[in-house]
């Protein structure tokens, strides 16, 4: 080893002598804003000594790597109180996940919310004693005998299943846990928190291991972020689509046909008028609309490669074992060996495949919103955001090579067009990358990757990398939406695929005469209909945009004296070829208006005996989406003659 070694933070190099501390080397700039360190690139702990020449950075702790490191430092924290307060839990697993943490535990009784007030005390109280976090690293079987030990049997299993004969130990306090880290210095560091659930777990995620219980948590860099936090969670539960469905009557769920959603009436004027819209640029952008079948034979499945990659979500029965002539010709298996399509790609083959296509048919465009299903597992399911059953404004472009750019440009165009249309203000990309299972070239890969990348230049979109994400057989581009909630969804993809073309041997002939292959672009940009309503519902918590709303205008008579009039007014703005309805029932107003609140009316027009004399309507709005828009800043009413409520509904803005 040598004695001196050289240290870069920052851009300059010094020698420190070798086995400086990490800590060492930031001269005491750290204090509770840096939790751990970057040594040539991993992630280390402030405590660890340098041992080699090394470039060193700072890991504050609002970075997203410093919000990692102190999630799971709290989850050692909630772990160590838990097993002070409950004596008999045994510990197992404790990972970080999208904006929290959880720790699964195996305690002598299953943890409910009750419990939890009383942990976050405990946890307060260690955070507190500054406890240093220490890493020791012993042999694996030297750990497999402390654990055995301690009694705790999970840690054990884990333990001999690593293939490392060296493993690392956390240990805070009297408390120690098996971890490969980092973590913070000091329970110090852990300063804003919030335990905010408990459920049942299997151990594994396998049905047939032990049910443990799961505390669930989130931890912050400071309070302000947490608080912040902790209201969109409340905004979420408020919005959550599957309330504000039931109460503006869109659709329902039944266990008769587990996640797979009813559209009542009001949901499915949505669902179509999101229809007609994405048909309508369908006629701008050159696609055709096809309807393709629902079932389809096994061959197709094992031709397409779904058989081997995609089996496992699918809704089909099975091969004839053994059988090599065609799967449904034995009288009595007519209906085996069929499969319901989870994607439209392989069918749309067909369709390319009906003529002998030459360049002089390229681009060919293929839009289809048949229905898809796919066998997604029970506990999966929540609401219209992960169903079994979907459509999809699916498109597949079947293109030469050189036409691939142009149809990215105009695949972004029609992105941006249809979220900011949708009152999302804000998109983000991601270009998804060669994952490790892949077909084709190293080349061919790096190629097409960096022209998903100019063509985001060129449309002045900035990306970044989501390395090895992308689908075995090409390269994609991830497009996310954030939501008011600040929850990032991916609606919209563009994919590129060499890999379909070949396996269904797809060809045309070129200009010189000769035959080539297309290149197949796999595309959505509302994603999941149902998907994307249930995003759409909690982005604007129910107060879609008018146009998209399913009853535009309620009526609302303040007595029997003038239900013909409110009658009349209905009727004229259907007419007009709004969706209008007037709620004449024998109720006091107030009851009336918070009805027509909660199904999310864009206008209210109150009539009573004074605007029936003089012909006139006196208007609402319903508050807009804003987030702090509470029904105690309710909007005031405008009265106005009914031909001006006429003009003020046709000025309402309606994507083109
Ligand atoms: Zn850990
Ligand atoms: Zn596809």
């Not at 001196?4 to 300059?12: D, K, L, P």
């Not at 020791?136 to 293939?163: N, Q, W």
């Not at 008028?273 to 994405?278: A, K, N």
């Not at 449309?459 to 090895?468: C, D, H, L, R, S």
Request: hydrophobic share 40%.
């Amino acid at each position: 080893m040598a004695a001196e070694i050289t240290v870069t933070v920052n851009g300059a190099s010094r020698t420190v002598p070798a086995g400086t501390r990490v800590r060492e080397v930031f001269e005491g700039k750290a204090g509770r804003d840096v939790v751990a360190a970057r040594v040539n690139g991993r992630l280390t702990d402030l405590s660890r000594p340098l041992e080699e020449d090394a470039t060193v950075e700072i890991v504050a702790a609002d970075s997203p790597d410093g919000i990692d490191i102190i999630r799971h430092s709290t989850a050692h924290l909630m772990a160590q109180a838990v097993q002070t307060l409950f004596p008999g839990t045994q510990v197992t697993i404790g990972p970080t996940i999208e904006d929290g943490f959880f720790y699964d535990f195996a305690p002598p009784h299953p943890f409910t919310v009750e419990d939890l007030p009383k942990i976050e005390q405990k946890m307060r109280e260690l955070a507190k004693a500054d406890l240093k976090v220490e890493r020791i690293e012993v042999a694996r079987t030297d750990a497999i005998a402390t654990f055995e030990r301690m009694g705790e049997h999970y840690k054990v299993e884990i333990l001999k299943g690593i293939p490392e004969e060296r493993v690392s130990i956390y240990k805070q306090g009297e408390w120690m846990d098996l971890c490969r880290g980092p973590h913070v210095p000091s329970t110090r560091y852990i300063r804003a928190f919030k335990l905010t659930s408990v459920a049942g777990a299997y151990w594994r995620g396998d049905e047939h291991n032990a049910m443990l219980s799961r505390i669930y948590g989130t931890s912050f860099a400071r309070k302000e972020a947490l608080e912040d936090h902790l209201k969109m969670l409340e905004l979420a539960r408020e919005r959550d689509h599957r309330r504000i469905g039931r109460e503006m009557g869109l659709f329902l769920f039944d266990p008769v046909s587990p996640g797979s959603p009813f559209f009542l009436p009001k949901g499915a004027i949505i669902y179509n008028l999101l229809v007609d819209y994405m048909r309508r640029l369908y006629r701008r952008y050159g696609f055709d609309e096809v309807i393709t079948p629902q079932i389809f034979k096994n061959d197709l499945w094992h031709t397409s490669g779904h058989w081997d990659n995609f089996r496992e979500n699918m809704f089909l029965t099975s091969d004839h074992e053994g059988e090599t002539e065609e799967v449904d010709s034995s009288p009595e298996g007519w209906h085996k060996g069929y499969a319901v399509k989870p994607m439209n790609c392989p069918g749309h083959t067909f369709v390319y495949r009906a003529d002998k296509r030459s360049y002089r048919d390229l681009p060919l465009r293929i839009a289809d919103f048949g229905r898809l299903h796919r066998a997604e597992r029970s506990g999966a399911l929540h609401g219209l955001t992960r169903v079994r059953t979907m459509a999809q404004d699916d498109a597949h472009i079947f293109c030469a090579p050189e036409q691939v750019a142009a149809e990215i440009d105009s695949n972004l165009q029609m992105v941006r067009e249809v979220y900011t249309a949708l009152g999302f203000d804000r998109l983000e990309f991601k270009i998804a990358t060669m994952p490790a299972e892949h077909l084709g070239t190293l080349e061919l890969w790096h190629e097409s990757e960096a022209m998903l990348g100019k063509a985001l230049d060129r449309n002045g979109m900035a990306w970044e990398v989501n390395p090895g994400e992308g689908a075995f057989y090409g390269p994609k581009i991830e497009i996310y939406v954030p939501d008011a909630l600040k929850r990032k969804w991916q609606l919209a993809t563009i994919q590129l695929d060499y890999n379909m073309p070949e396996r269904f041997d797809l060809t045309y002939v070129t200009s010189a005469g000769s035959e080539a292959r297309p290149v197949m672009i796999h595309r959505a940009i509302l994603g999941s209909l149902e998907r994307f309503i249930g995003v759409l519902i909690e982005h604007t918590g129910g107060a879609l945009p008018f146009w998209l709303a399913p009853e535009q205008v309620r009526v609302l008579s303040l007595s029997e004296k003038v239900e013909t009039y409110a009658a009349e007014i209905a009727a004229l703005l259907t007419g007009e070829g709004f969706r209008a309805a007037a709620d004449v029932r024998n109720e006091k107003l107030g009851f009336k208006v918070r009805e027509a609140e909660l199904a999310k009316v864009p206008f209210m027009v109150v009539v009573g005996e004074r605007e029936a004399a003089a012909r006139t309507v006196s208007v609402r709005r319903h508050g807009q989406s804003a987030i702090a828009a509470t029904l105690a800043a309710a909007p005031k009413s405008e009265a106005m003659p009914l031909q001006a409520l006429v003009e003020k509904l046709k000025a309402e803005p309606t994507p083109a």
